[in-house]
């Protein structure tokens, strides 16, 4: 069956960084953008970040832009946020999302980060 596995969540300081990552499985990996998405208490979700089905093309959410980057590695299924000089207001449940045109979606269950000191 269809699994979207995240990790790498934690607690840290702000100014630290952390890698996120997101496991598939279930489904032809390579045919599907992939995204990252966040949700803080309180709040909707809210998309990160999103790469192209072979990793040619990024974008990035304004918040975050020239701190995180998302990265694909097509032959282990696997779907990366780097996230550098973390602050506080990135504190959330962050989720990975498997998308394929028109309308088939996956989401993991997500993986929580807390920027604190």
């Known amino acids: 069956q269809v699994q979207l596995v995240e990790s790498g969540g934690a607690l840290v300081q702000p100014g630290g960084s952390l890698r996120l990552s997101c496991a598939a499985s279930?489904?032809?990996?390579?045919?599907?953008?992939m995204s990252w998405y966040r949700q803080a208490p309180g709040e909707e979700r809210e998309l990160v970040a999103t790469?192209?089905?072979?990793?040619?093309?990024?974008s990035y959410a304004d918040s975050v832009k020239g701190r995180f980057t998302i990265s694909r590695d097509n032959a282990k299924n696997l779907v990366y946020l780097q996230m550098n000089s973390l602050k506080p207001e990135d504190t959330a449940m962050y989720y990975c999302?498997?998308?394929?045109?028109?309308?088939?979606?996956?989401w993991g269950q997500g993986t929580q980060v807390t920027v604190s000191s």
């Open positions: 790469i192209s089905r072979f990793g040619s093309s990024t």
């Open positions: 279930g489904f032809t990996f390579s045919n599907y953008r």
């Open positions: 999302k498997a998308s394929l045109a028109p309308v088939t979606n996956y």
